[in-house]
């Protein structure tokens, strides 16, 4: 499967994005699609996972309340809706598919990745 991210921008602080996985030669469907990010001099790191299974978004906490993750079956597409953006936000975002039985927040588990988006918040 191929991966394309898009959607990042520059956004100030208590601002929206919505970023886009949109994905080709397999039906997303079939895996478990997880948002990481990495911020500059920092390891990529897990923000949340759609799984595969009963398509329940999980979410570290540091992004609850303010990341909805979602699929679009029709367009083959994975969301990530992100809301009341805050400085710390700031890195470059990627959508990874894992095919495991059941999902992880180790980015070295996941076996397909796109090539990222930048997000910028400002304060």
């Known amino acids: 499967v191929q991966l394309v991210e898009s959607g990042g921008g520059l956004v100030q602080a208590g601002g929206s994005l919505r970023l886009s996985c949109a994905a080709s030669?397999?039906?997303?469907?079939?895996?478990?699609i997880g948002w990481f990010r990495q911020a500059p001099g920092k390891e990529r790191e897990f923000v949340a996972v759609?799984?595969?299974?009963?398509?329940?978004?999980y979410y570290r906490d540091f992004v609850r309340g303010r990341f909805t993750i979602s699929r679009d079956s029709a367009k083959n597409t994975v969301y990530l809706q992100m809301s009341s953006l805050k400085p710390e936000d700031t890195g470059r975002y990627f959508c990874?598919?894992?095919?495991?039985?059941?999902?992880?927040?180790?980015?070295?588990?996941?076996?397909?990745w796109g090539q990222g988006t930048q997000v910028t918040v400002s304060s």
């Open positions: 759609l799984s595969r299974s009963d398509s329940v978004p």
């Open positions: 030669g397999r039906t997303l469907t079939n895996y478990h």
């Open positions: 990874a598919a894992d095919t495991a039985t059941t999902w992880t927040d180790l980015a070295a588990d996941y076996d397909y």
